[in-house]
């Protein structure tokens, strides 16, 4: 794991600790990946769901740990900007092209902090009539209850800005192959 060095300060921020290494963040993936693949079967005609930007190196390394056939697209959603307190002012930038009906779709997201993003896409995406829809979140901090609940969870965080493997501040500290606190 490389170490806290001046690289890691950018936009007046700096890591202050890691809370997830890349091997612990790794070796869970692959966990949720057996979870996962378990879960569903090639007739269920899986559809890895991604939001962007904060997921996109979680969803890489966890399709690549499902042992299904699947398809991937991409919704992109803001409701941070450059603060560290979602504004709950949810945003949608991007839509799924893909067609939901009678598929099964796994929604991923990098956190679930104020519950304000997943609120707000979930309805919108079960209104598209998939067979299924579930949510898988590398991280949650347990501050909000949501409606379905994730159904997989890589790790309970702190209550904490965290950065690192995708999650930012103000676009920095995706590089991080870690997840550290602000």
């Excluded at 992109?76 to 900007?81: L, P």
């Excluded at 002012?89 to 993003?117: N, P, W």
Aim: proline share 4%.
């Amino acid at each position: 794991m490389p170490l806290l060095t001046e690289d890691t300060q950018l936009g007046g921020q700096k890591v202050e600790r890691v809370v997830f290494t890349s091997e612990v963040i790794q070796q869970r993936t692959a966990e949720l990946g057996r979870e996962i693949s378990a879960a569903y079967s090639a007739s269920d005609r899986l559809l890895v769901l991604g939001l962007l930007k904060g997921s996109f190196l979680f969803m890489a390394d966890l399709v690549r740990a499902i042992q299904l056939p699947l398809h991937v697209d991409f919704m992109v959603a803001s409701s941070y900007g450059d603060d560290k307190k979602s504004n709950g002012d949810v945003r949608l930038l991007y839509d799924a092209a893909a067609s939901l009906k009678d598929r099964s779709v796994l929604l991923v997201e990098d956190i679930v902090d104020s519950g304000h993003t997943l609120g707000r896409l979930i309805p919108r995406l079960q209104a598209r009539g998939p067979s299924s829809l579930e949510v898988c979140a590398l991280l949650h901090k347990r501050l909000v209850e949501l409606e379905p609940p994730a159904r997989w969870v890589g790790f309970d965080a702190p209550n904490e800005f965290l950065v690192g493997y995708g999650l930012d501040y103000a676009e920095d500290f995706r590089h991080l192959p870690y997840i550290a606190s602000l």
